[in-house]
């Protein structure tokens, strides 16, 4: 099998894959920049599906806050839009919020527990349902190992480093 990175043919000798990528964490900085109140809340706003009445009551909020400022209020509204295409799915009882979909690579899960987040790519087989299922899987493996487990997040490199 080959795979085209960056433009280059890349022969890999197995097809199943598994990522883990973008441990990050969030901040309290990131959640008063976003006006939320909560980890969960935040992430949602990356990956949740607005029903049509969270979308109305959220634009209407926009709208009052913004109509002073018509490019603000236009980039707004675009965003708000594009929530409306999310195409992630969520899985309950994984972390504090999980959500995935399915793409040309595989599967593509996020996780929160507490204020960390992170995402695995997964492809073990060309269907969604058992790949998916692998994939919670090593989801679950990893919060095994971090229960317990003090995250420390420096916004500053601490003076022993």
Known sequence: MEKVIAGRK???????QVII????FYTDEDLERNEQKSAIDLFDMGYKKLSQEEYNEILSNIEKRLGDKP???SR???????????????IDNLGDRAYWKWN?????????????????LSKTNGEPEISLDHTIHFAKEILSKCEGKKWVFYSVLPDFL
């Open 10 to 16: 890349i022969k890999l000798s197995n097809p199943n």
């Open 21 to 24: 990528k973008l441990l990050d």
């Open 71 to 73: 490019k603000d209020l």
């Open 76 to 90: 707004a509204k675009k965003m708000m839009k594009s929530r409306m295409d999310f195409t992630h799915k969520p």
């Open 104 to 120: 040309d690579y595989g599967i593509e899960l996020v996780v929160l527990t507490g204020k960390a987040r992170f995402t695995i």
